[in-house]
């Protein structure tokens, strides 16, 4: 049976010090799939017009192929690098709820991610979506400092 661990990314030095963690532990683990997980922010919760609406989602299509190309990309192709097997999912919204989901669709084993002072998904992330992911996730949380 092969191990999963989902990783919160940002494109930043945090979400790079949570990838190089989940990597070293998977290769400590063995047969081991890493999950990278991007969340754009996405609220649903606003009233707009039906032209609005149209706009909105294909801003959102545009976004997550940017993601996807900036940040996903890369940060698969490193752990690629390191022998291992990878995949990079972009969703929208709430960031702990939906790396939470994550985990648990996917069935992980644990969930790592980044911490720091650089901004981005760490600085989002360790306020109150850090305290959900440990105090609620489904799975255990490493946050990496």
């Excluded at 092969?2 to 963690?21: M, T």
């Excluded at 998977?26 to 999950?35: F, P, R």
């Excluded at 801003?59 to 690629?80: D, G, Q, W, Y």
């Excluded at 992911?133 to 255990?140: D, E, I, K």
């Amino acid at each position: 049976m092969s191990s999963k661990i989902v990783v919160g990314i940002d494109g930043d030095g945090s979400g790079e010090r949570a990838v190089a963690y989940a990597t070293k532990l998977a290769k400590l683990i063995g047969s081991c799939e890493v999950i990278l997980v991007y969340v754009i922010e996405w609220s649903p919760y606003k009233f707009q017009t039906a032209e609005e609406n149209a706009l909105r989602h294909k801003r959102r299509e545009e976004e997550i192929e940017l993601a996807t190309t900036r940040v996903v990309a890369p940060a698969v192709k490193s752990v690629e690098a390191e022998g291992l097997t990878v995949r990079g999912i972009v969703r929208h919204g709430d960031v702990a709820s939906l790396i939470d989901k994550v985990a648990q669709d996917e069935r992980a084993d644990q969930i790592v991610v980044g911490r720091s002072s650089e901004g981005g998904f760490a600085q989002r992330l360790f306020g109150t979506a850090t305290a959900s992911l440990v105090m609620h996730a489904s799975v255990p949380v490493t946050v990496v400092g």
